[in-house]
């Protein structure tokens, strides 16, 4: 079975600069996750989406990040402009829904590191 | 005051030894717990579930306390792969189903 497919791998822009991720989660999964991963941190959740409606999105800083998941299945992450702060893993995790939230198992992908300067 | 919070170590350990920790939590409404690790530059995965009565797998074993709000994950005889970072993680039923991760606990073994 193919796993959560992200991209791209690996980024670097300048600050002021926007940037776009990519995630496409494991077939049937109806939850999908975009978190935010700062060197020397845990994985801290950006926004979640229950098929292509948002459930959560308090931590999202919307006056620069933006998410959709449009249909239902990608989603896209997007940062404009960006900031030096930004510099972190952007992680997509995607799991079957609120069965699978309490067997605590979501299905992360490999990330994209974003380095800003 | 974290809702999730470790000591991010790291634990430097010999081949063989047993090494234990510990991560708290502030909301007393928690309802699940977990341990994922997370190797080097690389995803978070599952390891276990943290149940109330206890759980063990191999030469895991997690223990939950909820009188204190703290959870523990002890690795006995440890193995150079068990080198990683050990992140905690609570479920909170907000409205609806949120995991919150801890900072993780970094764990190296040496030979």
């Known amino acids: 079975e193919a796993g959560v497919a992200q991209s791209p791998r690996y980024k670097i822009i300048e600050k002021r600069q926007s940037v776009a991720f990519w995630c496409n989660p494991i077939?049937?999964?109806?939850?999908l996750y975009w978190y935010q991963q700062i060197l020397g941190q845990g994985p801290k959740l950006l926004i979640q989406?229950?098929?292509?409606?948002?459930?959560?999105d308090s931590q999202l800083p919307k006056d620069r990040f933006s998410a959709e998941r449009l249909k239902g299945v990608d989603s896209t992450l997007k940062i404009q402009p960006a900031k030096l702060e930004d510099s972190a893993v952007y992680l997509c995790?995607?799991?079957?829904?609120?069965?699978?939230?309490?067997?605590?198992?979501?299905?992360f992908g490999e990330g994209s590191r974003l380095t800003v300067l | 005051r974290k809702e999730v919070e470790q000591d991010p170590g790291p634990f430097n350990v010999p081949e063989g030894a047993t090494v234990a920790f510990n991560c708290t939590y502030s909301?007393?409404?928690?309802?699940?717990f977990f341990w994922y690790r997370q190797d080097c530059r690389k995803e978070p995965k599952l390891l276990m579930s943290?149940?109330?009565s206890g759980n063990e797998d191999g030469r895991f074993t997690a223990q939950l306390n909820r009188a204190s709000q703290y959870i523990s994950l002890l690795i006995r005889d440890s193995k150079l792969s068990d080198s990683a970072t050990y992140l905690c993680?609570?479920?909170?039923?907000?409205?609806?189903?949120?995991?919150?991760f801890g900072t993780g606990t970094r764990l190296l073994v040496s030979p």
């Open positions: 995790a995607s799991s079957l829904g609120d069965r699978a939230t309490n067997t605590g198992e979501l299905f």
């Open positions: 077939s049937g999964h109806a939850t």
């Open positions: 989406f229950q098929n292509n409606g948002v459930v959560d």
């Open positions: 909301n007393s409404a928690s309802q699940s």
């Open positions: 943290v149940y109330s």
């Open positions: 993680v609570v479920r909170l039923n907000t409205g609806f189903q949120k995991l919150v």
